[in-house]
């Protein structure tokens, strides 16, 4: 049985057609890298860190002092949260 969240969620460009609902909840609940992070938000990774220390950033889980991992659900969802329609808006 397929979750209809995890399908609202998923944009269509992403790598998740014929595959189970159990590999779309590990794909948007599984911990990816910074690096991976960035690459998804289309960001730097040192802009990814700004937001970061200066507050704002994705919610991330932090391994070890040097090791910081995110999830894709949780990008997206800060992602969709500053959609804008105009320049003016807050």
Do not use: C
């Not at 609202?8 to 609902?21: K, R």
């Not at 700004?50 to 992602?79: E, K, T």
């Amino acid at each position: 049985m397929s979750n209809p969240t995890i399908h609202a969620l998923a944009p269509p460009e992403a790598p998740l057609s014929g595959v189970t609902a159990e590999q779309q909840l590990n794909y948007w609940h599984g911990l990816i890298s910074e690096n991976a992070a960035a690459e998804f938000l289309r960001l730097s990774p040192r802009t990814l860190q700004g937001f970061r220390q200066r507050g704002g950033s994705p919610r991330f889980v932090r391994i070890s002092n040097r090791a910081v991992r995110y999830r894709r659900l949780d990008l997206a969802s800060w992602s969709e949260a500053r959609l804008k329609s105009s320049t003016w808006e807050e």
